[in-house]
């Protein structure tokens, strides 16, 4: 071949402190260039090694929690069942439960509230103070509070014990009661809102009217 012909020549004409240079030049090019590719290829493979320790932490989670996410999900869809189901008028019933277990309450009715993007939720609240009421039957009570096919449930509570009664309190507590409402209550609440506007944009126009004509 012409070309390795040239190189040898080329060579041959060199010193040999010239040509040890130049082998010393090929060998450190040789050396560099396999250093790079050998650190690309480790590279890559520590970069699938981690995918894959990490893939495998993943599927370990998975499988140790699968149990808690099945409860989670069971839990989930059995709150959205009973968001839907309408529950009963908070102090006839509360007052009914209070009754079985041989308690006084005095209510207080709290303003009921929206919640949601689109005010879907629904949320009715009283206020419940008992005095001198049995440990033992107020536990009871509380219990039965959140049982049902629907959502009721204790959002605050205060205890204070008795003095010299230890087995007595005058608990003070807030039970609220959700609600979701469906698409056609939704539609009926957003009409009514929105006639509302529609009335009080007309009443400020017949002010404002009955104001310039004043002025007049």
Same mark, same amino acid.
């Given at each position: ?17 010239? $040509? ?13 260039? &396999? &250093? ?10 520590? @970069?699938?090694? %981690?995918?894959?320790?990490? #893939?495998? @932490?993943?599927?370990?989670? #998975? $499988? ?29 019933? #509360?007052?009914?439960?209070? *009754?079985?277990?041989? #308690?006084?309450?005095? &209510?207080?009715?709290?303003?009921? *509230?929206?919640?949601? %993007? ?22 009871? &009570? ?22 010299? $009664? ?13 609600? *979701? ?36």
């Amino acid at each position: 071949m012409k070309w390795m012909e040239k190189v040898e020549h080329m060579y041959d004409q060199f010193t040999v402190r010239e $040509q040890k240079i130049l082998v010393t030049m090929v060998l450190v090019v040789v050396g560099f260039v &396999f &250093f790079m590719f050998a650190f690309f290829i480790s590279d890559a493979f520590d @970069e699938r090694r %981690e995918r894959i320790r990490v #893939l495998r @932490e993943t599927v370990t989670l #998975l $499988q140790k929690n699968r149990n808690l996410v099945q409860e989670s999900r069971q839990a989930q869809a059995s709150l959205e069942l009973k968001a839907v189901q309408k529950p009963p008028m908070l102090q006839g019933h #509360l007052d009914q439960i209070a *009754k079985q277990y041989e #308690l006084s309450l005095n &209510f207080t009715p709290q303003k009921p *509230k929206d919640l949601g %993007e689109n005010q879907e939720y629904q949320v009715e609240s009283v206020e419940l103070k008992l005095h001198d009421a049995p440990i033992k039957n107020l536990m009871q &009570f509380l219990d039965q509070i959140e049982r049902g096919n629907y959502i009721m449930m204790i959002t605050d509570i205060k205890l204070t014990t008795r003095r010299g $009664q230890p087995d007595r309190m005058d608990p003070v507590l807030i039970v609220s009661s959700y609600y *979701k409402r469906s698409a056609e209550e939704l539609k009926a609440l957003h009409d009514k809102a929105a006639e509302a506007d529609k009335g009080k944009d007309k009443a400020d126009m017949k002010e404002s009217t009955k104001t310039t004509k004043d002025d007049l």
